[in-house]
Structures are given as C-alpha cells and as structure tokens.
C-alpha cells in the first residue's frame, strides 16, 4: 500500500509563490491518480486539484474555481507537485495529497483511498 507524505509548505506572503511535493513510499504511484484537498480550522477539507494519469503521462487536469490560474499540478517518477503562484490569505490551510488506486482523478475525496499527512501552508498579508 502506497503512503504518501508532503512538504514543502511554510510562510509566504500574499502574491509569494510555494511548491508542494507529494511523494510515495511503500510502492509507486504507478497510474495512480493523485488530487490535493486542502482543510482549515472549522472548515470541511476541500478539492483543490487533481491529475489523472495512464501510467507514463497525465490524461486530464482538473482544478478548483478557485485556484485555477494560480496553481499548477506536475509530476515525474516519484512526486507529484502543487506549484502555487499568486497567493492569497484565503489560501492558509493544511494541503493534502491522496492518490486513487485507479487512472481517473476525481473531486470527491472519498474516491481516495491514501492520504498524506498534511502541510501547512500559510499565507499573510
């Protein structure tokens, strides 16, 4: 069973830029497709982005309304990637990497099955 773990998160100020790092230990991604959600204090976690992926390249990218146009899911061998651009403090939660165990991303955090612990990211103005 894949574990996933994140980092890469910190202190940023509004319109900085962050890049989150997912990586997997205990087996590969493989075509896993993997999705952020990200979850503040009082508030349930939410879809962030997603990637889906055929084994060797992504098939489709899919991102919230709003982060679209500011962040940039990637990846190579081993981690996928959360480049954020243009933050705002809007944008300060705990940011969760979790892998499907099938191609096929998804907006809905019950079609994961690993999940990463979390990293924090915040954004002051």
């Known amino acids: 069973q894949v574990q996933l773990t994140e980092s890469g998160g910190g202190l940023v100020q509004a319109g900085g830029s962050l890049r989150l790092s997912c990586a997997a230990s205990?087996?590969?991604?493989?075509?896993?497709?993997v999705g952020w959600f990200r979850q503040g204090p009082r508030k349930e976690r939410e879809f962030v982005a997603f990637?889906?992926?055929?084994?060797?390249?992504?098939?489709y990218t899919r991102y919230s309304d709003a982060v679209n146009g500011r962040f940039t899911v990637s990846r190579d061998n081993s981690r996928v990637y959360l480049q954020m651009n243009s933050l705002d403090p809007a944008d300060t939660d705990v940011y969760y990497c979790?892998?499907?165990?099938?191609?096929?991303?998804?907006?809905?955090?019950?079609?994961?099955?690993?999940w990463g612990q979390g990293t924090q990211v915040t954004v002051s103005s």
């Open positions: 205990g087996a590969t991604l493989g075509a896993y497709a």
């Open positions: 990637m889906s992926w055929s084994g060797s390249d992504p098939t």
């Open positions: 979790a892998a499907t165990y099938r191609g096929v991303g998804s907006t809905r955090e019950d079609d994961y099955r690993a």
